[in-house]
């Protein structure tokens, strides 16, 4: 991915593109953020279903739990990144 950004000597960033450009940009990794989010409360919502029915030792649970945490954790880096704290908006 191209960096659209230069990171100052002092601190902060500064753009090396068109303000509109990188605020699209941005927009797209905001939108890439709300689905993750989505797509994670989707899976936690197909394992409550299935602890509901006990089948927590199935296949199907034990793949969802493993997709949950791969998203949550690329979220936390995306938190980390944004100068946020992992996971405070789940």
Same mark, same amino acid.
């Given at each position: 991915m191209e960096r659209l950004t230069q990171k +100052?000597?002092? #601190?902060g960033y500064q753009a090396k593109a068109d303000a509109?450009?990188? *605020? =699209?940009? +941005? $927009?797209r990794l905001e939108d890439l953020y709300d /689905? *993750?989010? /989505?797509?994670?409360?989707?899976i936690a /919502?197909? !394992?409550e279903e299935l602890?509901?029915? =006990?089948k927590v030792k199935t296949a199907a649970y034990q793949q969802n739990m493993a997709?949950? &945490?791969? +998203?949550? #954790? &690329? !979220?936390d880096r995306m938190d980390i990144y /944004? $100068? =946020?704290?992992p996971g405070a908006k789940k």
């Open positions: +100052l000597p002092k #601190g509109s450009f990188v *605020l =699209e940009r +941005l $927009g /689905a *993750l989010t /989505a797509e994670r409360d989707k /919502a197909r !394992m602890r509901s029915q =006990e997709h949950k &945490l791969m +998203l949550q #954790g &690329l !979220m /944004a $100068g =946020e704290t």
